[in-house]
Structure formats: structure tokens, C-alpha cells
């Protein structure tokens, strides 16, 4: 029986093109909401963000992004994550709209969370995501970061990570599931993952000190994971690579996280 903590895509999209779907309510939390939206050529999605901010990550093909007041046309460069260059992205704040029009075969990721504050509508670059290379050995990875906390938001931290075959990511293993700031921020996150070749899989486990949520997950191309709490590291197979897309969001706009003492050890 497949675990409450994977969603996974449906076999044909809805009328917006959506395949995927989690909301604060489907997923038993308060904040963070995703979507994936798989447009034609020509195909658009026009939605009002109400009370929500939205990030609109293009994770392959162009398009063009209108606002209430702003509008980017052909926007987006990559036909595929895999080929490893910072997307194009569109943050647009609450008490807006935003129309999408895809120019070619559109992967969009709709990420959204409470909104609120003075900001305004603005088109992320590739040239303004944060490129990072983190880890060393098999904990290696490559992170490009959309939305960090530096950039402004309501409540969005959004970020890509490419783990290569036989590498760990978010390892050692943390947790980000207290208010308990300057040491530990409450953030509720999901992993969207993309596998190359398809046919792949990942491990991801989520787990607590206590043991009240302890799973080992498989999981495989177009699913996502939630991580209500706990710890919740990820493994790529031999052979292949994985992708991941992460939204995280709660009460404060910062990413403070608390590894697992058990294998602190390992960045030392």
C-alpha cells in the first residue's frame, strides 16, 4: 500500500492542466501548497492568487507570464531540468493575478503559500538563482536557489536540487519542524522528483526522534513527497540521477535547520 506521504501524478491532467496537486488542506497542514501543470503549445493557465503568493517555476519550456501590471514574454530556456541550468521564474504576490501561455510544451510548477506585505511582481533570471555546489563525496550535490530567504517573499522559500547517482542529499539528515528560533525554524516542505532515466527510483526517509513517523519511501518519477516533520534525507541508485524541486513554508520566512545528532558526525 502506497504511504500517505507520496502523491503522486495523475494519469491525465485536469481541465488547467494540472496533474499534481497538494493543498494545506489535502496534505493535514497550514502553508505550503504545490502544483504541477503540464501545458500544450499555445495552452494557458490564468489563475487569482487571493490570499496566497505564488512562485511560477518554469522546470522546462517557454511561455509568457502576465500580471496585473506586469508582463515577460519567452521566458524559460531548459527543455529539461536534466540539463542542469537555473530556470526561469515568476514570483507573483497575494490580491494578484497571473495568466501563463506556454510558447512550446510547458513543465510548470505552481508553488504558493500565505501571502501578505508590500511586494511586487518580478521575473527570477537564471542569472539571479543562487548556484551552489554542497557537500563533498557521495554527499555531493548541485543546489540552484530560486527563492531563498534573502530575496523578498511573504513566505516562499523555493529551491532545486540535482543529486547524481549514488549520492545523498538533504544529508546528514535535519529537521526544520520547531518554532524554536535562533536554533530551529518551523517549516512544512514538499519534494517534487524527476528521475533520469525514468524508469529510476529514490529513497527518502521521513522520521521523528520519538518514532511516531518513521518511513522509508520509494519514489519515483513525477511524485511528490510531503514532510509534515521530522528528519528526511534522500538517496539516489547507482545509475540514476534525481531531481527534486522543494517548497518550504511557516510562522517565519527562514530556513534554520537541526541535523540529527546521531550522524552530526558527518561534517566533521
Not at 502553508?31 to 511560477?56: D, F, H, I, S
Request: net charge negative; aromatic share 10%.
Amino acid at each position: 500500500m502506497q504511504s500517505k506521504l507520496i502523491v503522486p501524478e495523475a494519469s491525465q491532467p485536469n481541465q488547467e492542466g494540472v496533474v499534481l496537486r497538494v493543498t494545506p488542506e489535502s496534505a493535514g497542514w497550514s502553508y505550503v501548497g504545490y502544483e504541477m501543470v503540464k501545458l500544450k503549445k499555445g495552452e494557458a493557465l490564468m489563475r487569482e492568487t487571493g490570499r496566497l503568493e505564488a512562485c511560477l517555476v518554469f522546470l522546462s519550456g517557454k511561455g509568457d507570464v502576465r500580471t496585473a501590471e506586469k508582463s515577460w514574454t519567452g521566458i524559460g530556456q531548459r527543455m529539461s531540468v536534466f540539463e542542469k541550468t537555473p530556470p526561469y521564474s515568476v514570483y507573483v504576490p497575494s490580491e494578484d493575478r497571473y495568466e501563463v501561455v506556454a510558447e512550446t510544451d510547458v513543465d510548470l510548477a505552481v508553488c504558493t503559500a500565505p501571502g501578505g506585505g508590500e511586494y511586487e511582481a518580478r521575473l527570477i533570471e537564471p542569472g539571479h538563482v543562487g548556484v551552489e555546489h554542497r557537500g563533498s563525496g557521495n554527499m555531493a550535490r548541485l543546489v540552484h536557489n530560486i527563492m531563498p530567504e534573502s530575496e523578498p517573499a511573504h513566505s516562499l522559500l523555493v529551491v532545486e536540487v540535482f543529486t547524481p547517482g549514488g549520492h545523498w542529499s538533504s544529508y546528514p539528515p535535519h529537521k526544520h519542524d520547531r518554532d524554536a528560533l535562533p536554533e530551529e525554524s518551523l517549516l512544512e516542505e514538499t519534494y517534487y522528483y524527476r528521475i533520469q532515466p525514468e524508469q529510476g527510483f529514490a529513497v527518502q526517509r521521513v522520521y521523528t526522534d520519538d518514532g511516531s513517523l518513521d518511513e522509508t519511501l520509494c519514489v519515483r518519477n513525477g511524485q511528490a513527497v510531503l514532510v509534515p516533520k521530522g528528519y528526511h534525507p534522500v538517496a539516489a541508485p547507482a545509475g540514476y540521477e534525481v531531481y527534486y524541486l522543494n517548497v518550504m513554508a511557516g510562522p517565519r520566512r527562514t530556513w534554520k535547520f537541526y541535523n540529527d545528532p546521531h550522524h552530526e558526525w558527518l561534517l566533521k
